[in-house]
């Protein structure tokens, strides 16, 4: 949860009335194809969450628990974590449809929460309280934050480094998986509502009155940036270089240099936001007070916007940060062997399991009967296909093509990979050999 003044928000100490329900496998998200996968989940007061499967077209509303939710979160196998009030801390395996509790060992307000690509999970919150979890959110151990001030935001670069944000430019950061933490300040002189990780070593914080910082070495030191206005800014978000900060009074300003110079642009509502996250193809997602959700697909520069989706407020929104396998240009080689390219074509690295897993293969077929295939771990022993640069070439040698076939090859052929897209998985053609 965003901090809106010089104090950080009370949240009510309701009763909860828990949800309890049995989280499902991660690729039971996957249904017949893409459009069947949870896009995005904004969660809010009083237990509010909605999730879109349709890149925001229509939101789904339930409410998984009765106290305040302050931070939600996906990692790369499709699981979604939630904080909030008194300790909360709920999982969802399904793409937000149901959710299990699970205990946290606090009983402090948490306000946000991160993940990295190899199943780890920060959360942070009042009273200096830090929780982390190395076993995708399932157990949750506390660690000294060396601070005893709330801590509003937190963020990862997901190679280790963990930063976390509280009043008065306050910043905590881990180089250790969270372990350990140490204590620098951005100089804004506001509350650290909002980061967000650049890339390289750059981070950009957001906070009150339009004041915001920039690191260029991983957050150890910080320098002062111009966002154009004065309006408070409640969360930022990167997607490349187009970084995108959301505030009071709708409010959305951007850059397109990695945070060096910004620009306000309109967003078409007063409503003030709270969150924004970044997904695919330059498509940035703000959420914020009376059920408003503002989308756009050209990198902050002009929005859509729904409002009253629910009359909570909004206090943070998550994409399902996915990898995505593919398979493209098949053909043949010189021998008329059936060739193809598998690729991760991100945002998120494949998680390390995959490799452990002898189901993952990739199939070719002859006129759909299946007669060659090879295992994720045959196919790529180096784990180049880990992070969304990864490619590989595969060349099937069990049996050549002598005249025409109708040859069908496809990646992770009994769909275990949570993805981002399921349709890029299968590549058909009719290949002739001419030799």
Not at 364 to 381: G, N, Q, R, Y
């Amino acid at each position: 949860m965003r901090s809106t003044g010089p104090m950080v928000r009370k949240v009510a100490c309701l009763a909860t009335l828990l949800l309890i329900t049995v989280a499902l496998p991660a690729a039971a998200q996957q249904g017949a194809g893409s459009q069947s996968l949870t896009d995005y989940i904004a969660v809010g007061r009083d237990g509010t969450a909605l999730y879109t499967r349709d890149d925001g077209a229509n939101w789904t509303v339930l409410t998984p628990i009765d106290t305040y939710i302050n931070g939600v979160i996906s990692d790369n196998r499709g699981r979604f974590v939630a904080v909030g009030a008194r300790g909360t801390i709920i999982r969802s395996s399904d793409g937000g449809a149901s959710w299990e509790t699970i205990a946290s060992g606090t009983e402090e307000t948490l306000q946000g929460v991160a993940s990295d690509d190899d199943g780890n999970f920060v959360a942070v919150g009042a009273k200096g309280t830090i929780l982390t979890s190395a076993d995708g959110g399932h157990t949750w151990q506390a660690a000294n934050s060396g601070v005893t001030d709330a801590l509003l935001s937190v963020a990862t670069d997901r190679s280790g480094t963990w930063i976390a944000g509280g009043p008065q430019g306050l910043i905590v950061r881990s180089d250790d998986g969270g372990a350990n933490w140490t204590t620098t300040n951005t100089g804004m002189s506001a509350h650290v509502n909002g980061l967000a990780f650049v890339g390289e070593s750059r981070w950009v914080a957001v906070g009150l009155l339009g004041k915001a910082a920039q690191s260029d070495d991983g957050g150890q030191t910080w320098t002062a940036l111009n966002t154009q206005t004065r309006k408070t800014l409640e969360g930022v978000a990167s997607a490349g270089a187009i970084v995108v900060a959301v505030g009071w009074d709708g409010t959305v300003t951007r850059s397109e240099d990695a945070g060096a110079t910004w620009s306000v642009v309109e967003s078409g509502t007063t409503q003030r936001l709270m969150a924004v996250t970044s997904g695919r193809d330059s498509v940035f997602v703000a959420a914020g007070w009376r059920g408003t959700i503002a989308i756009t697909n050209d990198g902050g520069a002009s929005w859509s916007v729904k409002e009253n989706l629910t009359r909570k407020v909004l206090q943070e929104i998550a994409y399902n940060r996915l990898p995505d396998l593919a398979v493209s240009n098949l053909r043949l080689d010189t021998l008329c062997h059936v060739t193809i390219d598998v690729a991760n074509r991100g945002p998120a690295d494949l998680p390390k399991e995959v490799w452990e897993n002898e189901s993952v293969i990739l199939r070719m077929s002859f006129d759909d009967e299946p007669l060659d295939s090879i295992t994720l771990t045959a196919l790529d022993p180096d784990r180049l296909l880990s992070t969304p640069s990864g490619r590989r070439q595969y060349t099937f040698k069990a049996r050549s093509i002598v005249d025409t076939v109708s040859v069908k090859v496809m990646i992770d052929a009994n769909r275990l990979v949570a993805e981002a897209r399921k349709n890029n998985n299968t590549r058909q053609a009719d290949l002739v050999c001419v030799n």
